[in-house]
């Protein structure tokens, strides 16, 4: 029996997220998916890697939820010549006092937009998954601890591949959710041409700062999760692995499966919807919902996968439908 308090909790937490999204939607049109994808990763408390083509509001909807935030935002447009100091700081040297003193980098922000991620270089990406896996940052022989909330919101073009690099595993494991911007609709294509022009006459208000996110992602702790959902969660995570697939039909298309983190972070992103459809408790359908963005950059696919021109999605989907559900 779900107590009184708890409910209470839940509509608390389900009219910030409400509000959140119609302020976002004052100048994202549509994109719910990716405006969900959002709230779902920083509410989650987790990066978030946004993927589509050029043209689709990726980077708009990405500023439009730190205009709506009351924290620190920084965009660092990725280049192939981008290097870690640009990113992170550096020591420079003061004359007055001979001495070297840390200037710190666009990173320390509470948001930082990763705009072109897959444009930087090895020792950038490096120095990036410093601060995304351990939020603190190392400039010289000092580490210094980035500010809370810290997350970094990144985009990046899947068609264009000259001049870019591909993000290592390990990094990609440190985003909790991966989100697929698709195009619109005919009819949100009309409104989003009769917008464009007003754009930047529209101010939005803060509704979302470090205290809300810190009292939803507490009460998001409290959503109520049956054993045969945690067991239904490992189950789906465990499947993407090699020793857990001998004989299924689709184990010729992953060549490494999903890590531990996938299991948490399906677990977080579940409660996460199960609040915003005003719910205490998790159901199958939540983890269904929140698998694809939470494992389709967490497997690796296999030549073959390729040559058949499957999917992460199209895998995941497989793996769903062979999994039992409680």
């Not at 320390?108 to 490096?126: C, G, M, T, W, Y």
């Not at 929140?290 to 999917?311: F, N, Q």
């Amino acid at each position: 029996m779900i107590d009184q308090s708890l409910k209470n909790d839940v509509k608390e937490a389900q009219e910030i997220i409400q509000n959140a999204r119609k302020e976002v939607s004052r100048k994202v049109v549509g994109q719910e998916a990716l405006v969900d994808g959002l709230l779902m990763g920083i509410l989650a408390g987790g990066h978030i890697l946004v993927e589509g083509v050029p043209g689709l509001a990726k980077t708009l909807a990405v500023q439009t939820f730190a205009d709506i935030l009351s924290v620190d935002f920084k965009r660092i447009q990725f280049t192939p010549d981008l290097l870690p100091a640009d990113l992170t700081g550096t020591m420079i040297y003061r004359q007055q006092t001979g001495e070297f003193i840390p200037r710190k980098g666009p990173v320390f922000s509470h948001i930082v937009l990763a705009d072109e991620i897959n444009r930087a270089p090895a020792k950038v990406q490096s120095a990036l998954l410093e601060a995304m896996a351990e939020k603190q940052v190392t400039i010289g022989d000092s580490t210094y601890k980035l500010p809370d909330p810290f997350f970094v919101l990144a985009t990046q073009n899947p068609i264009e591949q000259e001049g870019t690099y591909q993000l290592p595993e390990a990094q990609l494991d440190r985003f909790i959710v991966k989100v697929l911007v698709s195009y619109p609709t005919p009819e949100e294509e009309l409104e989003i041409m009769r917008r464009v022009d007003r754009l930047d006459s529209i101010t939005l208000s803060r509704i979302l700062n470090p205290q809300s996110i810190a009292r939803v992602r507490e009460i998001a702790r409290k959503i109520e999760l049956d054993e045969s959902v945690e067991k239904y969660i490992v189950s789906l995570v465990a499947t993407t692995r090699e020793q857990n697939r001998k004989k299924l039909p689709f184990i010729r298309f992953i060549e490494y499966g999903a890590s531990p983190r996938a299991t948490i972070g399906m677990m977080r992103c579940a409660r996460v919807k199960a609040l915003m459809e005003g719910r205490a408790f998790v159901l199958p359908e939540d983890v269904q919902d929140v698998a694809k963005s939470v494992l389709r950059h967490r497997i690796v696919l296999s030549y073959e996968a390729e040559a058949e021109e499957m999917t992460a999605d199209s895998v995941i989907d497989s793996i769903i439908s062979h999994v039992s559900v409680p």
